[in-house]
């Protein structure tokens, strides 16, 4: 059997990490529905930068869009990514009405460079609520102080939120705390909680990559060599044993039983980013029910081919986990450090990556404008 589908069997939805408009032209992504039983996809700035900025797959929309007047390369950046989304929306909503809304969700991230302006992300998310106008889309909200109330404020207001970058466990918690304010909020105002989702997405390679980086510097060589490549699976076990815990109890209870679901677990930077690690080892790990892994193409094609599926891979060994942050903690690897400036380097990437996508279209426009010009 498919190892992609026998993760469906294991309580585990697989999405896409990756979207550009000939992924849904072609058919690809039904076909991924079809044969692998996708159940959702995610986008970032970094992905529309590859797809938009460099290639010339959205020429033709381009000029289509200024021919009727010239925009802003913003707008155009806009009118690219929200047809994407919608029309990506539009194949998987089958999937969102047989799951029931559970899943069949497409992400669209905020400006990155808003990440740190709780009112801008406000604002922005309710207006590209408005503009892809699909019940099952998730607006991205980052995980960054200015991040939390606006997530708390979103969900308040019936929105879909992925949140992104995150790594704490500690800030982990206060976005839980953010997700059931807002359905209170929701609730109290008469919404309908069940009709609302939201993924709280954990960066998992990165947080190797960071703490690998330090491990090189450790004198003791003999732990530094024990404790490669252990950090980041290990932080995404005590994440999820946080799950179990923060969705149970009376308070949790209460929303259930007007049918709220919990905020997934969504495991993101799935990619193998050390040739020493196993291209699939942040799937083969992560496996765990009522959780979702969003893979790059490479990682899902990976998977596919020589996947291995053991149920419930990320309860296994909790206190082994544990024990893997104290050892860290004991070597000097100072974790809240590490995890912080990952979110501020996170950040920045997705802001560098939009200054590059937002280049690449001025480029083109310019280009446009100046064969009119020369045309009159």
């Known amino acids: 059997m498919n190892p992609l589908k026998q993760l469906e069997e294991c309580g585990q939805s697989v999405w896409l990490d990756y979207l550009k408009r000939s992924l849904v032209e072609k058919g690809e992504l039904r076909q991924l529905i079809e044969r692998d039983g996708l159940k959702g996809l995610t986008s970032n700035p970094s992905i529309f930068e590859k797809a938009i900025g460099e290639s010339d797959e959205y020429q033709q929309a381009i000029e289509a869009f200024q021919a009727r007047g010239d925009h802003s390369t913003t707008d155009i950046y806009e009118h690219l990514a929200i047809a994407d989304i919608q029309a990506a929306a539009d194949v998987l909503r089958p999937v969102y009405e047989t799951t029931k809304g559970r899943d069949g969700y497409v992400s669209l991230e905020c ?20 503009a892809v106008d699909r019940p099952n889309l998730m607006v991205k909200v980052p995980g960054t102080p200015a991040g939390i109330p606006a997530i708390r404020h979103l969900i308040g207001k019936g929105l879909n939120i992925n949140i992104t970058l995150l790594f704490s466990v500690a800030v982990y918690e206060q976005v839980v705390e953010a997700y059931l304010s807002g359905l209170e909020e929701f609730q109290k105002a008469g919404g309908d909680v069940s009709k609302v989702a939201s993924v709280a997405s954990f ?36 994440a999820y044993a946080r799950y179990k815990d923060l969705f ?32 699939t080892i942040y799937v083969e790990e992560l496996i ?12 899902m094609d990976a998977f596919r081919d020589h996947g291995v599926v053991t149920p419930d891979t990320i309860e296994r060994d ?17 974790l809240d450090g590490i995890m912080e400036k990952l979110v501020i380097d996170g950040v920045k990437q997705f802001s560098d990556a939009f200054d590059k996508l937002l280049g690449a279209i001025e480029t083109k426009r310019s280009k446009l404008l100046q064969g009119e010009a020369a045309g009159s």
């Open 111 to 130: 400006s990155p460079y808003l990440a740190n302006d709780t009112d801008g992300t406000i604002a922005e998310a309710m207006r590209l609520w408005a």
């Open 203 to 238: 960066f998992v390679s990165r947080v190797d990559t960071a703490i690998d980086a330090q491990l090189k510097n450790l004198p003791d060589k003999q732990a530094a060599a024990q404790l490669r490549g252990k950090g980041a699976i290990a932080n995404a076990k005590l």
């Open 248 to 279: 149970s109890g009376p308070r949790w209870q209460k929303l259930a039983s007007a049918d709220a679901r919990t905020q997934r677990l969504l495991w993101a930077s799935t990619s193998s980013k050390d040739p020493a690690y196993k291209d």
């Open 288 to 299: 765990g029910r009522d959780t979702v892994n969003t893979m790059p193409p490479a990682t």
């Open 318 to 334: 909790v206190e082994g986990a544990r024990a893997v942050f104290a050892a860290l903690e004991d070597q000097g690897v100072r």
